[in-house]
């Protein structure tokens, strides 16, 4: 079983940085696709970043140019570097996983983190 745990949220004002980490278990690291989604209460889940098994990196266009997600596998490590942050980046942020695939919708992601809140003000 796939556990993540996800840090690194906050409070910030708009201008600012905050990086966000997500610890998974299991040996099967590597294989994974691993992405961030975010949620503001009232609306829909949102895709933010993706990394693939090869290292190739999916943004939206909201976040393109000032966030960065990596993946480090010796360390079962996804980050997600925010630069920039706006008000409207407010929002839960979750980690999520799928083994196997290139791309994926968010309902296919096998594995969720807890979420972290990220609050921006202006």
């Known amino acids: 079983q796939v556990q993540l745990v996800e840090s690194g949220g906050g409070l910030v004002q708009a201008g600012d940085s905050l990086r966000l980490s997500c610890v998974a278990s299991?040996?099967?690291?590597?294989?994974?696709?691993w992405a961030w989604f975010r949620r503001t209460p009232g609306k829909e889940r949102e895709f933010v970043a993706a990394?693939?098994?090869?290292?190739?990196?999916t943004y939206s266009d909201s976040v393109k140019g000032r966030f960065t997600i990596s993946r480090d596998n010796a360390e079962n490590t996804v980050t997600l570097q925010m630069n920039s942050l706006k008000t409207e980046d407010t929002a839960v942020y979750y980690c999520a996983g799928i083994q196997g695939v290139g791309i994926a919708a968010s309902t296919d992601y096998q594995y969720w983190g807890q979420g972290t809140q990220v609050t921006v003000s202006s």
């Open positions: 990394i693939s098994q090869i290292f190739r990196t």
């Open positions: 299991g040996r099967a690291f590597i294989s994974y696709r």
